[in-house]
Each structure stands twice: as C-alpha cells, then as structure tokens.
C-alpha cells in the first residue's frame, strides 16, 4: 500500500469518525413531560429540549416510527402547520417543536415520537405517556437509522484504517531490512 493511499483511508476514517460522532451526539435532546403524572382533563406539555440549533421543521407522530400514516402535526419554520393523518384537535404544536395536549384523556396515552430537522442534523426521541394512574416513564432516547449506519461506518473505516497500517508498517519494515 502507498503512503498516498494510507493518507486516503487514514483520511476517510476520520471523516466517519467524525460524522458518525455528529450524528449520534444527541444526548442533550429530550422531551420531558409536563405534568409528570397527568390526569383527566389536564393540559400537558411534551416539551423539547436540547436541540443544538435552529430547525427547519418539527413533527410528532404517534407511535415509535415516523411514517406519514402516524404524523400527528408539523410546522414548519417559517410558521406554517401541517395536520398530520393522526391530527386531533386537542394536539397543539409550538414554535419550539414542543407539543401540547389539551384536555388530556385515556385515549392519548401512548408513544409519542418528536422529530426535529434542523439545518444540518437531525433529531428524534420517543416518549410514552401514561395517565390516570400518574405513571409516566422517562424518555427514552431512540437512535435514528442514520445514526445507527454512522456508527457502523466508523467502526468498520476504524478497522480497516488499522489493518491498512499495520501491512503498511510491516511492508516498510520488510523494505528496510
């Protein structure tokens, strides 16, 4: 292997590193829910946090995936709402890509993915919320499939960045003997 070959895949490591580290540092971004333990006929408050910049849009869609048929609502950054197939009337969102649920009942309970695009990544966590009996359980944070391919890339660029420099190191030290 040539050296300008190594500096080529040594070169392409760092850049999956780097997007893989990009797209899988969304540990700040979180939907925390308000109040914690809802009961009939509250107003509550899926509020989002921790998104790293400005975005372009916000979605919430009922359910863990965010396929069309669960989009509840959208809007847009320049102000524009979009009501999704699982819009209901009381689902209200906010410029912030929070949501609020008025006049809460037994039937919003569930699982309830927000997804923020902002300029250059993309967020996403899924939230279930529970009422009557006061429980709701702590977010948890769901890596995107983007996410998941990030890390696979660099794992494996980190790989063979390091079999690529031990035949290099072995090759030169053969030369030189």
């Not at 969304?26 to 939907?31: A, Q």
């Not at 995936?65 to 669960?70: G, H, I, R, Y």
């Not at 998941?148 to 035949?167: L, N, Q, R, T, Y």
């Amino acid at each position: 292997m040539t050296s300008r070959a190594l500096l080529r895949c040594t070169g392409l490591c760092v850049l999956a590193v780097s997007l893989s580290v990009v797209m899988a540092s969304d540990k700040n971004f979180k939907v925390d829910i308000y109040p914690p333990n809802p009961k009939q006929g509250q107003t509550v408050l899926l509020n989002v946090t921790g998104a790293e910049e400005s975005f372009r849009y916000a979605e919430w869609y009922k359910g863990n995936t965010t396929s069309a048929a669960n989009q509840i609502v959208g809007y847009n950054n320049d102000g524009s709402i979009n009501k999704g197939d699982r819009y209901f009337p009381e689902a209200e969102i906010q410029s912030n890509g929070s949501l609020v649920i008025k006049n809460f009942t037994k039937e919003f309970e569930g699982n309830y993915t927000s997804s923020i695009q902002g300029f250059t990544r993309l967020w996403q966590v899924t939230v279930f919320l529970k009422g009557d009996d006061g429980k709701v359980d702590d977010p948890k944070p769901v890596l995107s499939g983007g996410a998941i391919a990030g890390i696979c890339i660099a794992v494996i660029s980190v790989a063979v960045a390091a079999i690529a420099g031990i035949i290099y190191s072995v090759k030169h030290k053969d030369s030189g003997k």
